[in-house]
């Protein structure tokens, strides 16, 4: 690939002179591998060729313009790049009096600019063919001061330079007018780059240590290559992370001798597909949520109640652009969770122990696992007849037994009998409703606190489906349903778990441990200190509590003051003010009780601190609203 380009190369460099001084342009679009293709594979096949023939090879020097603010910035990274150790030990830092290209100009250079270069230094910066990158990255104002640089290389001295860049990209940068005038004056021959999706691929894959990731890979490159070609992604800088990626899961998959080699090398294919296209800005993590079940949402919705005409919604529509491109590797039914490939390509970490039980869970691989129920329903157009009838007797047994708790296989078991339901077919639930079936399902398991529970106002959109699996809620008013009665019972689960939370701590508070008190209060308690929990406290079991001396009146004041400093008007903690209101009366009432001078100084202590932490709050949203505070002061 690209012969064009290494032809205009060598008839450039193999001229013994140049009948028009000029330079070569070697353009392409940002991320085509224009540097990739210098470095990596024309030069070396060059210095091949030189010792073939017996000629002396002169080197490329890569200096990048990126963001280059003059000539005399060019030239001291011309220096800094051929010559790092001279550069180190004359403490060169760009305050040279005479530049570099003064030094190429004048024949006898001033002793002591010799002295500061270093001779060697200055005899090897002409051993070299510089080559310019990222032309289009140097700062628009020096432009025509670093081409005038360039142009001096090449007329007064007869170098040979390459100037790498993105062509579309520079003339945004300077105005295609001043461009055309540089390029007439300059450039005599261009070469454009396409990208080298091969090179790249095989090039990744050589360059991985020994082992057997490398080994598996190597039999597959041409698998790695067709995905590639298939993705139609040409930035080249994508394709070497992707790559980075696939390797990752290869590395992470192949150690467990339980999960096949096909799995492994489907998963390989899924990842890299993935990553190139989220890299590319085609895919997102709300993208990547509709692609499992994909087909059969579709499906669906083509001979559901809904309108097929309606164009799709955006998600869905770049979920279905991506299956199409990728047909073969059934994104639909991914063979890892996205949410893995999602997060490794975020923050680089993968959980190898998470991810292979992930997989032997969900597909039955490994002597401990057996494959789901509900996942064999879901294959149904892929199993012989026989397995999935037993798949449906399976579920059918495992709901009328209530075996599934988590919201995930609850909602994806709803999915499937609604599927199974949309053909009259409800044995799932024993021929009730399927609605009523999974209410009932939802509410007994609530009832006896065995629902897994969610975070208050936390529900994520992904518990549409299970396992790598799903459905969406936005295609059918019955899961919609069901999933918003899962939603709430969730909610009302964990509501009554920290309800439960904040008796145990009232409970060691008042066998002596005051300082649990401030787990309602504590960043680390997080949903203990931010929902509204204690209403069902009794208002006298707090305040006698309070009352009974001088340190448990100094916690709990302290308790109350700190959990309400920060709520503001809407916040649903706020919720308990009535009640927390109802406990400072009932603790100032009790305190008559006590003798002077320390029922004063108690209430003193007590009110001083709830309103020291309540200033700048409104009315409603304080414990002393400010009509209150001036009545106890009378």
């Not at 649990?516 to 200190?529: H, I, M, P």
Request: glycine share 6%; with cysteine; hydrophobic share 40%.
């Amino acid at each position: 690939m690209n012969e064009h380009a290494t032809k205009v190369l060598d008839a450039y460099l193999d001229a013994d002179k140049l009948s028009v001084p000029h330079a070569i342009l070697i353009e392409g679009r940002w991320g085509s591998g224009k540097t990739y293709f210098l470095q990596k594979v024309y030069e070396p096949g060059r210095i091949k060729r030189m010792q073939a023939e017996s000629r002396p090879h002169i080197p490329f020097l890569f200096v990048s313009l990126f963001g280059a603010t003059s000539a005399r910035d060019v030239e001291m990274r011309i220096y800094k790049t051929a010559c790092p150790g001279e550069a180190v030990a004359g403490g060169i830092a760009g305050t040279i009096a005479i530049g570099i290209g003064e030094i190429l100009r004048v024949k006898d250079t001033a002793k002591t600019v010799v002295e500061k270069f270093g001779e060697n230094a200055i005899r090897r910066l002409s051993e070299y063919i510089f080559v310019f990158d990222d032309l289009e990255r140097v700062e628009k104002d020096a432009f025509g001061e670093v081409m005038g640089l360039v142009n001096s290389f090449v007329a007064e001295h007869g170098r040979r330079v390459l100037l790498v860049t993105d062509e579309d990209k520079l003339k945004e940068l300077v105005g295609g007018e001043i461009w055309k005038d540089q390029n007439e004056k300059i450039v005599g021959r261009r070469a454009r780059i396409e990208a080298d999706l091969e090179s790249v691929v095989q090039a990744s894959v050589r360059e991985l240590p020994d082992g057997p990731a490398k080994a598996f890979m190597t039999d597959r490159v041409n698998d790695l290559l067709e995905v590639a070609r298939a993705s139609e992604v040409e930035n080249l800088r994508n394709l070497s992370w992707a790559m980075h990626n696939a390797t990752a899961f290869v590395d992470c998959l192949i150690i467990d001798d339980e999960i096949p080699g096909s799995h492994v090398a489907w998963t390989m294919a899924v990842v890299l597909a993935t990553t190139l296209w989220m890299r590319s800005g085609l895919l997102d993590t709300e993208t990547l949520k509709r692609l499992p079940g994909l087909s059969t949402t579709l499906a669906f919705r083509s001979v559901g109640r809904g309108n097929p005409e309606v164009p799709l919604d955006p998600q869905l529509t770049k979920a279905k652009a991506f299956s199409d491109a990728f047909g073969s590797l059934s994104v639909d039914a991914p063979p890892v969770d996205y949410g893995f490939v999602n997060g490794f390509e975020k923050s680089g970490v993968l959980d190898r122990a998470a991810v292979n039980t992930w997989i032997k869970s969900q597909f039955g691989f490994g002597r401990e696992y057996t494959e789901a129920s509900w996942r064999k329903l879901w294959y149904s157009r892929e199993r012989p007849i026989a397995e999935t009838e037993q798949a449906v007797a399976d579920l059918k047994d495992e709901l009328a037994r209530r075996v599934y708790t988590k919201r995930g296989p609850i909602l994806h078991a709803a999915g499937l009998a609604l599927r199974q339901s949309a053909v009259n077919d409800r044995r799932l639930t024993d021929n009730e409703d399927v609605v009523t079936f999974f209410k009932r399902y939802i509410d007994e398991l609530a009832d006896q606190r065995l629902l897994e529970r969610s975070k208050i106002g936390h529900f994520p959109s992904d518990f549409d489906g299970y396992g790598g699996l799903g459905f969406s809620s936005q295609d059918t008013d019955e899961f919609q349903e069901i999933l918003r009665h899962i939603r709430t019972r969730s909610e009302e689960v964990a509501a009554a778990e920290l309800r439960a939370q904040a008796e145990v701590v009232l409970d060691e508070a008042e066998a002596g441990d005051l300082e649990a008190l401030f787990k309602l209060v504590r960043s680390d308690n997080y949903e203990l200190s931010t929902n509204p929990v204690l209403m069902d406290i009794p208002v006298d079991r707090l305040a006698a509590l309070m009352a009974q001396d001088a340190p448990a009146l100094n916690a709990g004041a302290k308790m109350l003051a700190y959990r309400y400093h920060s709520a503001r008007n809407g916040d649903p903690l706020l919720q308990e003010i009535r009640w927390a209101r109802a406990v400072y009366a009932a603790v100032v009432k009790k305190l008559e009780q006590w003798e002077e001078p320390h029922r004063t100084m108690a209430l003193e202590s007590l009110r001083g601190l709830i309103r020291h932490y309540e200033q700048g709050k409104q009315p409603d949203d304080m414990i002393i609203p400010p009509e209150k505070a001036v009545e106890a002061e009378e």
